[in-house]
């Protein structure tokens, strides 16, 4: 989704909702997948993505760089890629998830070489509440035409709506071709750096479908 618009906003300043890929990922495992989960306080149903603090109650960093290294450090391209563990495990501590979210984000585009504009809902101070309505300002103030959504947004977005505002909506459909993993079988829901670690320099060919 990333690679194919202008622009690409974090929606940072909404409310955060749990049991969702916000906080967690997965990761192939030779048991099968497996989730990798960074803790966050327990407040933070009741507060903004960006409000949102991690948990430091346990060493989460450290244990998500221990599993990827246990489930991936055969993968034919890890050592090419490693440096991202040490990156987001080691050398940063992080205290608000949606900075992590962010970082993470930016930097694996620019690993795969996606030059695109990356900019925070939070920036543009919008007080208005409707989630349709917010979207619609927000895309025309950036002078938008086209939005590009997951297919969740089905459930919510009032397309008629856009439409009347002169912004067509269209939805992502991930359908991804399949590369060789590790382990027995292939699995498509997990992380990104499994794709890079299997693929290397292949991997936007995984990707941008």
């Avoid at 991690?54 to 055969?74: C, E, P, T």
């Avoid at 030059?115 to 925070?120: A, G, P, R, S």
Wanted: hydrophobic share 35%.
């Amino acid at each position: 989704m990333i690679n194919k618009v202008d622009f690409f906003v974090f929606l940072d300043d909404v409310q955060y909702t749990k049991h969702d890929w916000r906080n967690r990922n997965k990761i192939k495992t030779p048991n099968g997948l497996r989730w990798i989960t960074v803790p966050v306080k327990s407040n933070s149903i009741k507060q903004k993505i960006n409000e949102v603090e991690v948990s430091q109650r346990v060493n989460w960093q450290k244990k998500h760089y221990n599993s990827f290294i246990a489930n991936y450090s055969k993968a034919k391209y890890f050592k090419d890629f490693e440096f991202l563990l040490e990156d987001f495990y080691i050398t940063n501590k992080w205290k608000k998830l949606s900075d992590l979210d962010i970082y993470t984000t930016i930097k694996i585009s620019e690993i795969l070489r996606i030059n695109t504009n990356f900019l925070k809902s939070s920036e543009f101070k919008i007080k208005e509440k409707d989630k349709n309505r917010r979207l619609i300002e927000i895309i025309k103030l950036l002078k938008g035409k086209i939005y590009i959504t997951g297919p969740s947004a089905k459930n919510y977005l009032n397309i008629e709506l856009f439409e009347k505002n002169g912004i067509e909506v269209r939805f992502m459909e991930y359908k991804y071709p399949e590369y060789q993993q590790l382990y027995e079988g292939f699995i498509h829901e997990v992380t990104v750096l499994d794709v890079l670690f299997n693929c290397g320099d292949r991997s936007p060919f995984y990707i941008f479908t």
